[in-house]
């Protein structure tokens, strides 16, 4: 489950879009995923708790309506519960934060109340101690892929809905790299 909030700070108008595009706004969002999956991380039964701020800017507009944004997040907090194979899968959790400095953000809105989007960030996280083996590192880096849509019930009012894919390891800079992948779904509510 991931929940956040969307302050908008500035807009503008569009006179090729069905709704009016912000030119920058600011998000703090948090989440929590259940279990891990193994996907391109090999670290199994692990939850995740994540918490952040993010900023995004309109780069461009399309004719058909489609915003691109810049965007990035500060993570001040990340937590890990998982099991520690180096000490026979016994349950260790972890803390640390992060960055997500590069990123893109582009939504499609395709009605008056739909608004379909894609989101990709990439940054690094700095773990309390290596992670998640003693054989990996305590920098690792992440990327998360998020899909959703943004439904708008009434004037500013917006609801969003989606799925974000979470993915932290050390890119083969360590001795060794499990990994984890996390899955959230997430709905939020703005005004």
């Known amino acids: 489950m991931l929940l956040s909030t969307s302050p908008v700070h500035s807009q503008i108008s569009s006179q090729n879009s069905a709704v009016d595009s912000e030119n920058f706004f600011y998000t703090f969002w948090g989440g929590y995923s259940f279990n891990s999956v193994r996907f391109l991380g090999k670290t199994p039964d692990s939850q995740t ?10 780069l461009k507009e399309y004719p058909n309506g489609n915003q691109l944004y810049y965007s990035a997040d500060i993570i001040p907090y990340l937590q890990y519960v998982y099991p520690k194979r180096d000490e026979a899968w016994k349950r260790t959790e972890v ?36 992670f998640p083996t003693d054989m990996a590192r305590r920098l690792n880096f ?16 917006i609801l969003t809905v989606g799925y974000k894919f979470h993915h932290i390891s050390n890119a083969e800079t360590g001795n060794e790299n499990p990994g984890l992948d996390s899955n959230f779904l997430f709905l939020s509510f703005s005004i």
Do not use: C, R
């Open 49 to 58: 708790t994540i918490f952040g701020f993010g900023f995004k800017k309109l």
């Open 95 to 130: 803390t640390g934060w992060g960055v997500s400095p590069v990123g893109f953000y582009l939504i499609n809105p395709t009605s008056n109340y739909f608004h379909p989007f894609i989101e990709a960030t990439g940054g690094s996280a700095y773990m309390k101690h290596t």
């Open 142 to 157: 992440t990327f998360d892929v998020t899909i959703g849509t943004k439904v708008k019930i009434s004037g500013k009012n």
